[in-house]
């Protein structure tokens, strides 16, 4: 193998998490054995769980993806959750109102919904490149805003006006639009899932863009001495980001959940970032990660059935995880910067120190 | 108490008693970090009432000096007095505590600050509660009492240059300095503007207080300063020295250190120059050896004359804050010909070559082997066979934390056409171009920023100098290596041009320009202002980077020869 540690260190972590969660859990009286059945019953053993698994790992891979892609070159385009919503929106729209043959309904549902997600990405894109707008602070922003639009529309223009009234959701999707059951793991969204880790596996490893954007993540300027355009890729990379979060809004509301719903889902976007995160911004690392944060999920589920941990209780397990993954990339980024400052300070001396010590412990 | 500058001698103000505790003293102060000596047993006294005026070249020691007075660095040898008791050293605070001020060069105050925030963020007294309109109130008042002119209540990022270094000035006046020390003052600051911070330093002088001046113009060092002490790679050349006692040419032999091979410096600290010398004596007789066949084919193959590599015509910039903008620069570079660029860095160095490769705006025409390419893109220009050797390898030059192959890669990936990349063949040829370019590394896997400093160097030629290649810009392609990397860049780029293409070669070393170059374009103030043969002496070469003593350089040209044919002699 290459490079083993990254992969040990981020299998470490997710082990850590779950250690200190057990400690918090143990501590604040609930049953752990109890807790570890209900987990692993809820994501594998129990009957329906894998099935259940594979639902949420769905999304999260396909939202992962394009989180990973920006990420990978550089912008911490953490919007994911916004871009869900918007997509989700224009595809419920679509195939509420759009007359003609099921099919193209649905094709169109999905291109409205891809497009819709990569629009809304790109304001965040725009601002940055036009007023170097930090993209972490606009794409979080833009997420609050979607979550209002989503109830506007939501309990509004498309809401259904011969339901309860209790939630804010629209009419159902046509059967023959929907892309799954309730149970959501069908061969139609697995195989796009699947298809779309293909595409950008061969795009990252495999194209111009895919290694030009890999060396910009790393170092900006000397892409751009090379002759790399900066501002394109941010806009490509947040367009395709969007992308993908929107193909998941349109997966889902075609998908099991059958009907746009106001705050549908609330921490799928967020946890995608993790599941790029954890799964190194690889496409194999991204299935994987979704696949076990998808198992997370579905235990979520089931868990009240065999204990009384509220659903905060398995929260606090991906929230230590981003709290130790976001330690140790500010740690990375800290060692980076001092070494960028021993360089910058003193250029002679340091220079010269550098290359002899590097000299002398390159073999 | 009145000090002019031509008659202030340097020592009777000692006899100022009232002053003592503001004589700020060297003793053997040596400096050294790893097996480098930036400074190297220096022994200076700088009284108060006077303008001391620090100079040297880019790597002199100016910075170190300055840092070791202000307390940011702690010497290594020898001590540093204030007033008779030793200067306590840690941090720039501590040092302003205790009366030592510097100016910085480059300003560090937050932009979103208005100038009366700054003041009070800076000051040594502790309010802990204050209103917005107190702190405008309270600074105004002090401003004003210091004759500056200046509206506190204005925000850092909307001042000009002068206004923010007045600031400063403030700043180190209101804490009570004792000596204050500036940083290249003059570096970022608009000509107008100079006389005005020249005469406002030597009312501080005039006020009493001992002002330490770090200058690399010697018309200021002349305009301003009482004293001059010169510093030559860590050592002092010429000790403080009453002005009215040295001419500008004196001072700038000194600089460059032509002050014969033998008495110049002591061997260990020189040891690094020597290699360089040796270094490029071998990359000359490299080029030398080459040389013959490639000149009888130059007419040949041309049909009458043949065009040039590079055309820069009336190229300018605008102003940047990290170096002088290009004013109007022409400059050719001919087949087969090295042409040096010679200069303090910061007189648009780093602005030229920007503007070459196409990252910064610029206006004027550049044709590239016969090509109008100023409008163009880089990945265009390169593709007209534009290749760089950055300034710093580890910024501009490679991404440290990529893999090998893939910053050897990039290159030619970005000036292919194709989207697709054929990654088993891109690293093969990696492969082979790293092999014969004698990069030891372990893997194409592994990271550059394990290599050391020769080797990614290596890996940088080995991406820019493909068959392709017409124009290389090499951007101080040896700083920091050692000996024998020197050496190997330095053939590499001989024998590019000796191909027949161009090589603009942009270094502080003028040895190395020397060395390499078939002329020598001098660049002062983002102007070209001389362009010399290879031939010419240091003293030549440095009086056109400095600006001579105030007088037009062909009038200062001839004298500055004899006087130091004399001094030869």
């Known amino acids: 193998m290459r490079d083993l540690k990254p992969v040990l260190q981020a299998a470490g972590f997710v082990v850590l998490a779950f250690l200190l969660a057990a400690v918090i859990f143990q501590a604040a009286g609930y049953d752990i054995g109890a807790i570890g059945v209900g987990l692993v019953d809820g994501a594998i053993a129990g009957p329906g769980a894998f099935i259940n698994t594979v639902r949420w790992a769905l999304p999260l891979a396909v939202i992962g993806l394009g989180v990973a892609v920006c990420f990978r070159a550089g912008f911490f385009n953490v919007g994911a959750q916004g871009q869900l919503y918007t997509g989700a929106i224009a595809s419920t729209a679509i195939a509420l109102h759009l007359p003609g043959p099921a099919w193209l309904v649905t094709v169109a549902a999905v291109v409205a919904a891809v497009v819709a997600g990569a629009l809304w990405s790109l304001i965040a894109a725009v601002l940055k ?235 | 108490m009145s000090v002019t500058a031509d008659s202030a001698p340097a020592e009777p103000v000692s006899a100022h008693s009232v002053n003592v505790d503001r004589v700020l003293t060297l003793q053997g102060v040596s400096m050294r970090f790893g097996a480098f000596t930036a400074l190297e047993n220096v022994d200076v006294r700088f009284e108060p009432g006077l303008v001391h005026a620090v100079v040297g070249q880019n790597g002199a020691g100016k910075t170190t000096f300055s840092r070791v007075v202000t307390g940011i660095y702690t010497p290594s040898e020898g001590r540093v007095l204030l007033g008779g008791a030793p200067l306590r050293a840690g941090s720039v605070t501590e040092a302003r505590r ?108 005039a006020e009493g207080l001992t002002v330490i001046v770090v200058l690399h113009k010697l018309s200021e060092v002349f305009a301003v300063a009482d004293t001059v002490t010169v510093l030559n790679r860590g050592i002092v050349t010429l000790p403080k020295t009453s002005i009215a006692e040295v001419t500008a040419d004196e001072v700038t032999r000194h600089i460059i250190g032509d002050t014969g091979p033998a008495g110049s410096a002591p061997g260990d600290v020189d040891s690094g120059l020597e290699g360089d010398a040796v270094a490029v004596a071998a990359g000359d007789a490299a080029r030398r050896g080459d040389a013959a066949p490639a000149e009888e084919a130059r007419p040949a193959s041309g049909e009458g004359v043949r065009t040039a590599i590079l055309d820069v015509r009336g190229l300018s910039t605008v102003a940047s804050p990290s170096d002088a903008r290009l004013h109007e620069v022409d400059l050719v570079v001919d087949p087969g010909e090295i042409v040096g660029v010679a200069g303090v860095e910061g007189n648009g160095q780093l602005s030229l070559v920007e503007a070459l490769v196409g990252i910064r705006d610029a206006t004027g025409s550049i044709e590239l082997d016969g090509v109008e390419v100023s409008k163009l893109g880089v990945v265009e220009r390169r593709r007209h066979g534009l290749r760089v050797i950055p300034f710093e390898r580890n910024v501009e030059g490679v991404s440290s934390t990529s893999a090998v192959w893939e910053n050897h890669a990039l290159g030619e990936v970005l000036r292919s056409p194709r989207r697709l990349l054929a990654v088993q063949k891109l690293r093969a040829a990696a492969r082979r171009r790293l092999d014969a370019w004698g990069v030891s590394y372990r893997g194409l896997d592994q990271n550059a920023g394990e290599l050391s400093g020769g080797n990614v160097q290596r890996l940088i030629l080995a991406r820019e100098l493909d068959d392709e290649a017409r124009l290389i810009i090499a951007a101080q392609p040896t700083r920091g290596l050692d000996v ?86």
């Open chain 1, 129 to 363: 490149v036009y007023t170097g707008a930090d993209e972490v602070l606009t794409t979080l922003m833009l997420n609050f805003i979607g979550v209002l639009v989503l109830d506007y529309v939501a309990s509004g223009p498309l809401k259904d006006v011969k339901g309860s009234g209790q939630v804010a959701s629209s009419e159902r999707v046509a059967e023959d639009v929907r892309l799954s059951d309730a149970f959501g793991a069908s061969p139609t969204l697995i195989a796009i899932t699947l298809l779309l880790a293909a595409a950008v596996w061969i795009w990252m490893a495999r194209t111009k863009g895919g290694l030009t954007s890999k060396l910009a993540g790393r170092n900006p300027v000397m892409v751009r001495w090379q002759g790399g355009n900066p501002n394109r890729m941010v806009l490509s990379s947040f367009a395709f980001a969007g992308a993908t979060a929107g193909l998941a809004g349109a997966m889902h509301v075609l998908g099991p959940a059958g009907r746009l719903v106001s705050n549908f889902s609330p921490d799928l976007g967020f946890t995608a970032v993790l599941v790029a995160l954890v799964g190194l911004l690889s496409v194999p690392g991204v299935l994987i990660a979704a696949v076990f944060f998808g198992g997370l999920q579905a235990a979520l589920q089931y868990l009240p059935v065999v204990s009384d941990l509220p659903r905060a209780g398995l929260d606090l397990i991906q929230g230590v995880i981003a709290v130790m993954i976001t330690l140790q990339l500010r740690w990375q980024f800290k060692r980076r910067r001092e070494r960028a400052q021993q360089a910058e300070r003193q250029p002679t001396p340091a220079a010269t120190t550098t290359a002899s010590s590097e000299g002398s412990s390159s073999v």
């Open chain 2, 98 to 205: 205790q009366g030592v001020d510097m100016v910085h060069q480059h300003f560090s105050s937050p932009p979103s600050m208005t100038i009366a925030e700054t003041l009070e963020f800076f000051s040594s007294e502790r309010r802990s509660f204050f209103s917005r309109r107190g702190l405008v109130r309270e600074w105004q008042r002090r401003v004003d009492a210091l004759g500056f002119d200046l509206d506190v209540s204005r925000r850092i990022r909307d001042l000009s240059v002068p206004e923010r270094q007045s600031v400063e000035i403030v700043r180190a006046l209101s804490g009570e300095a004792r000596v204050i020390i500036f940083d290249e003052p003059t570096a970022s600051m608009p000509a107008q503007a100079v006389d005005a911070l020249l005469g406002r330093i030597r009312d501080l002088a």
């Open chain 2, 484 to 569: 024998g990397a020197i050496a190997f860049v330095q053939r590499s780029l001989a024998e590019l041009a000796d191909r027949g293409n161009g090589v603009l070669l942009i270094s502080t070393d003028l040895e190395e320009l020397k060395g390499l170059a078939d002329r020598i374009v001098v660049l002062r103030g983002g102007r070209h202002v001389a362009e010399l043969p290879p031939s010419a002496d240091l003293h030549e070469i440095g009086r056109a980077m400095l600006g001579g003593d105030g007088g037009t350089d062909s009038v200062a040209a001839p004298s500055g020869t004899e006087t130091l044919g004399a001094q030869d002699a």
